[in-house]
Antibody, heavy 126, light 108 residues
């Protein structure tokens, strides 16, 4: 059974880079059937898709975050990572990693997510 | 960007009752690319449905998903105590993929 666990600093200073890791167990992160995503949830608010990375290495980011986000995979460690630069108070959120399932259509593709990790709360403060 | 509006914000019902949750999109969601998730306090979201009505593995059949175009519905036929949670809809028919603000289903 696939399981995901986020880890990383729970506190980041303003203007610095948030770096999170998601460790995958129960399967190989490099399997051709696996694709991955990050989703975040500000306290008391709805969920926001951050970005996805496909097995091919292709990455897709939310345009609202694209200039600051990098998602990558470390196959040797079976880990997914998220980097978000120049953080502000608006980036305070619970961050979740998840397996992305893909629907292909004419103009591109879409993702839904299953399963999800337990999440990690990241606060931005000096 | 497609905006998803979920209603009601909070739904108060008793175990055994029927729950109907709505998710309305600001634009047509192509090919019914809509998912539903359940989230309990302190837990990660759990996939219930994708493709509007395709039940995820292990989801009881008292849960059903329906809808197309801009109007989607999650129905729980007879509420069990473990069904009280927050429910989120998500569209993946166009990027960026977006979520509704959630409906909290609470015990009356």
């Amino acid at each position: 059974q696939l399981q995901l666990q986020e880890s990383g600093p729970g506190l980041v200073k303003p203007s610095e880079t948030l770096s999170l890791t998601c460790t995958v167990s129960g399967g190989s992160i490099s399997s051709s059937s696996f694709h991955w995503g990050w989703i975040r949830q500000p306290p008391g608010k709805g969920l926001e898709w951050v970005g996805s990375i496909y097995h091919s290495g292709a990455t897709y980011y939310n345009p609202s975050l694209r200039s600051r986000v990098t998602i990558s995979v470390d196959t040797a460690k079976n880990q997914l990572s998220l980097q978000l630069s120049s953080v502000t108070a608006a980036d305070v959120s619970m961050y979740y990693c998840a397996r992305a399932k893909i629907a292909y259509y004419g103009s591109g593709s879409g993702n839904w997510f299953d399963p999800w990790g337990q999440g990690i709360l990241v606060t931005v403060s000096s | 960007e497609i905006v998803l509006t979920q209603s009601p914000g909070t739904l108060s019902l008793s175990p055994g009752e029927r729950a109907t949750l709505s998710c309305r999109a600001s634009q047509i969601v192509s090919s019914s690319y809509l998912a539903w998730y359940q989230q309990k306090p302190g837990q990660a979201p759990r996939l219930l449905f994708y493709g509007s009505s395709i039940r995820a593995t292990g989801i009881p059949d008292r849960f059903s998903g329906s809808g197309s175009g801009t109007d989607f519905t999650l129905t729980i036929s007879r509420l069990e105590p473990e069904d009280f949670a927050v429910y989120h809809c998500q569209q993946y028919g166009s990027s960026p993929y977006t979520f509704g603000q959630g409906t909290k289903l609470e015990i009356k």
